[in-house]
């Protein structure tokens, strides 16, 4: 049984790092809006503010929007309260909803940050590919009657890897100071009546990888031809795009930082479609 780690906190406090899980689908996103709107940010800081008896302020690797659901997201906190990693993780999660949850904290360097210096950020967006709708993954996934074939939408994603002009699939509010990103990885397979995109990038746009989605699933319907991934980078323009996937089929898979940092390993499963979706 491994140790528990008791953090010992400095004139000046510590920095905690956390693993973030949750079920998008009735928050209005990550990131902390005025009172009486629910964020995953705020149900955090109001939690952790309960285990370290003072206010936290927590930043996040990635903000998720409404209805798009964090499997790996990572967060940070500095505070001058002294916990161990379980106390983080247990206190938090008995303060949490039964939609959110810490898998994970740990003490980290002042350097850490979990927006700034992580290395890559993995997303995973499913596809729900059957005549009718399912009451089961409603809000986990997006519904698409027609028939996509997947080979064809992987064949397509292939344009758009590596370093690029990205404007074409970022939203028209995305606040980024530049649209240049390094998509590294990009997956399409099918499983039973299930689509599984995965992409990995250094960074993500506002609804990048929903309106990447949403541009592969009319390739896959027959609707464009393969080409037309090239021709919509080229354009740079988002309203020759197509149209934004829904959010719920959108989750944070994981975030990945320098090994110095020590972050714990965490599993980037999820249930799949070859075991849930029947028809």
Not at 118 to 123: I, P, T
Not at 132 to 142: D, E, I, K, N, V
Not at 250 to 276: D, H, I, K, N, S
Request: hydrophobic share 45%; aromatic share 8%.
């Amino acid at each position: 049984m491994a140790p528990i780690r008791q953090n010992v906190a400095g004139a000046d406090g510590v920095r905690i790092a956390v693993g973030v899980q949750y079920d998008g689908a009735h928050f209005r996103g990550w990131q902390a809006q005025q009172p009486g709107v629910r964020t995953v940010q705020t149900c955090l800081e109001q939690a952790l503010a309960k285990v370290a008896a003072h206010p936290v302020r927590l930043a996040c690797a990635g903000r998720t929007d409404a209805g798009v659901h964090g499997v790996g997201q990572v967060a940070h906190f500095d505070t001058t309260a002294v916990r161990s990693d379980r106390a983080w993780v247990l206190g938090g999660n008995a303060n949490l909803p039964d939609d959110l949850s810490l898998s994970w904290a740990c003490a980290v360097p002042d350097e850490f940050h979990a927006r700034f210096t992580a290395l890559a950020r993995r997303y995973r967006y499913l596809i729900l590919n059957q005549p009718h709708r399912s009451a089961l993954w409603q809000g986990r996934a997006a519904w698409h009657y027609r028939p996509l074939d997947a080979a064809r939408m992987a064949e397509a994603g292939q344009a758009l890897l590596g370093e690029h002009d990205f404007s074409a699939f970022r939203a028209a509010q995305c606040q980024a100071r530049h649209p240049i990103r390094e998509l590294r990885e990009l997956t399409v397979q099918r499983r039973g009546n299930g689509i599984i995109l995965e992409v990995e990038a250094n960074g993500f746009l506002q609804h990048m990888v929903r309106n990447i989605a949403g541009v592969l699933m009319a390739i896959g319907v027959g609707e464009r031809p393969v080409e037309w991934v090239q021709e919509v980078l080229a354009q740079r323009d988002r309203t020759q795009g197509g149209v934004t996937a829904p959010a719920a089929g959108l989750y944070l898979l994981a975030v990945r930082y320098p090994e110095r940092f020590g972050l714990p390993t965490v599993a980037e499963t999820m249930p799949g479609f070859g075991e849930w979706v029947t028809g």
